[in-house]
């Protein structure tokens, strides 16, 4: 009998495993996809951006999603933990802008590596290809699970299955169903770190693939005229609205913003750009003098190419209602205004989210009110464990939902079985 099953063979899986095997308890890992780590090889393009270099305590503050739930996980287990866990199986890490911890190599596929290796040395068993389908429960208390070949009898079940974003991955939502039929609360499923739907569609189109580095954004309900989010770094126009890494961030707030469903169909949520934030109006007014000066015969759909990207230049020229064709030294003070305006304040009107399917995590997943904080077990099914993306929490990019992974991954690993 094995003494304790971890569900799922990603980074919050492999670490409750690890840690559980390392406290002398017998392990078993069942994943139902052909190798383990799917999700993590694709995390940071690739690089996997493993955690952050910031003080714990604002590992909290990232995390719009339940933040607070996770006092006592981030302090079982911390960046430097992992990136120490990480330097014992012989990877180094380095930090990048916006305190991003990445391995040395770039690559994910030596962050996984590091995992298989340790779950060798301490002969973690495992099955692929295995799903699991039920937990079996007795009097409040696991019994056994049963996957979709046999009954295996167990009394402790970690259940670190993953979200439902990348469903390619094996996050296919299957945990949700599980824990549910045990009676949890499964909070609505939403994707977060997402693209953005816009309602000018036609206007990103036309800018499809232009990134805009530097620039400032505002997150508002025009409602109340309420700043949601505010975020400064890069973001990019697509086919369909806008993406990048301000703009994932900014969903993380959005998704949990109260009504956020009807704002969104009202056309009540908009993101406000300012393209030159380094600038103030009026040293912005006296650029775009010095520019209508250097190209004062031109025409103003010609005079733009110092101010702004090709791709954005005829969207801007629409937006401005300043005549194409008229001559720079025929445009008012007025229409400079305007200029001036638009330029700190490019407004684009939110739609929806794209689908969770193409989202980077979840939000939603198991009712942090039915987990133990302080033991990820569950209130409800003795001997039941939640590690990672399945709970609902959920943060911003820059490592901080990796960090959640292991620290959660961590903490059951190293409580369960203690009963």
Same mark, same amino acid.
């Given at each position: 009998?094995s003494?304790?099953?971890?569900v799922g063979?990603?980074?919050?899986g492999?670490?409750a495993?690890?840690t559980a095997?390392?406290?002398g308890k017998?392990?078993?890992i069942?994943?139902?996809?052909p190798?383990?780590?799917?999700?993590?090889?694709?995390t940071?393009k690739?690089?996997?951006?493993?955690t952050s270099?910031?003080y714990m305590?604002?590992?909290i503050k990232n995390?719009?999603g339940?933040?607070k739930?996770?006092?006592?996980?981030?302090q079982?287990?911390?960046?430097k933990?992992?990136i120490?866990?990480l330097h014992?199986?012989?990877?180094? !890490?380095?930090?990048?802008?916006?305190n991003?911890?990445?391995?040395?190599?770039d690559k994910s596929?030596?962050?996984l590596?590091c995992?298989?290796?340790?779950?060798?040395?301490?002969?973690?068993? $495992? @099955?692929l290809?295995?799903?699991?389908? @039920?937990?079996? !429960?007795?009097?409040?208390?696991v019994i056994?699970?049963?996957t979709?070949?046999?009954?295996i009898?167990t009394?402790?079940?970690i259940?670190?299955?993953?979200?439902?974003?990348y469903p390619?991955t094996g996050s296919t939502?299957d945990g $949700?169903?599980?824990?549910?039929?045990l009676g949890?609360k499964?909070?609505?499923?939403k994707p977060s770190?997402v693209?953005l739907?816009v309602?000018?569609?036609?206007?990103c189109?036309?800018m499809?693939g232009?990134?805009l580095?530097?620039v400032?954004i505002k997150?508002v309900d025009v409602?109340?005229n309420k700043?949601? $989010?505010?975020?400064?770094?890069?973001?990019?126009?697509?086919?369909?609205?806008?993406?990048?890494?301000i703009?994932?961030?900014?969903?993380a707030?959005?998704?949990r $913003?109260k009504?956020?469903?009807?704002?969104?169909?009202?056309k009540?949520?908009?993101i406000k750009?300012?393209?030159k934030p380094?600038?103030t109006d009026?040293?912005?007014d006296?650029?775009?003098l010095?520019d209508?000066?250097?190209?004062?015969?031109?025409?103003?759909?010609?005079s733009l190419?110092k101010l702004?990207p090709?791709?954005l230049i005829p969207?801007f020229?629409?937006k401005s209602e300043?005549?194409?064709?008229k001559?720079?030294n025929?445009?008012?003070?007025?229409?400079?205004?305007?200029?001036?305006?638009?330029l700190?304040?490019?407004e684009i009107?939110?739609k929806n989210?794209r689908?969770?399917?193409?989202?980077?995590i979840?939000?939603g997943?198991?009712?942090t009110?039915?987990?133990?904080p302080?033991t990820?077990e569950s209130?409800?099914?003795?001997g039941?464990y939640?590690?990672?993306?399945?709970?609902d929490?959920d943060?911003y990019?820059?490592?901080?939902?990796?960090?959640?992974?292991y620290?959660?991954?961590y903490?059951a690993?190293?409580s369960c079985g203690?009963s």
């Open positions: 009998m003494k304790v099953i971890v063979g990603g980074p919050a492999m670490m495993a690890i095997a390392e406290n017998e392990v078993l069942i994943e139902k996809m190798s383990f780590g799917k999700k993590l090889l694709i940071g690739g690089r996997c951006n493993i270099s910031l305590s604002e590992f995390t719009p339940n933040g739930f996770l006092y006592s996980a981030f079982n287990y911390t960046n933990d992992i120490e866990f014992r199986q012989g990877l180094e !890490v380095k930090e990048e802008r916006g991003r911890v990445f391995p040395v190599t596929s030596d962050v590596d995992f298989l290796k340790r779950m060798d040395e301490l002969k973690i068993k $495992y @099955k290809h295995t799903k699991v389908e @039920k937990i079996l !429960v007795k009097e409040n208390q056994a699970i049963r979709d070949k046999e009954i009898q009394s402790n079940v259940l670190a299955t993953g979200g439902k974003s390619l939502g $949700y169903r599980i824990a549910s039929e949890h499964i909070v609505k499923i770190l693209p739907e309602y000018e569609k036609v206007e189109k036309k499809q232009l990134s580095r530097n400032s997150l409602n109340k700043t949601i $989010y505010e975020d400064f770094g890069e973001m990019l126009f697509t086919h369909f609205g806008i993406s990048g890494p703009i994932l961030s900014s969903s707030h959005l998704v $913003y009504d956020i469903d009807n704002l969104l169909k009202d009540k949520i908009v750009i300012d393209l380094a600038l009026e040293q912005l006296e650029r775009i010095r209508f000066k250097e190209f004062k015969n031109k025409q103003f759909k010609h190419d702004l090709q791709k969207v020229i629409e300043i005549e194409p064709e001559r720079v025929e445009i008012t003070r007025e229409e400079r205004n305007k200029m001036v305006h638009l700190k304040d490019f009107t939110i989210f689908p969770v399917e193409e989202a980077i979840t939000s997943g198991i009712d009110k039915e987990i133990n302080k990820m209130k409800l099914i003795k039941l939640f590690a990672g993306e399945i709970i929490v943060s990019t820059g490592g901080f939902n990796l960090q959640i992974a620290s959660t991954g903490t690993g190293i203690d």
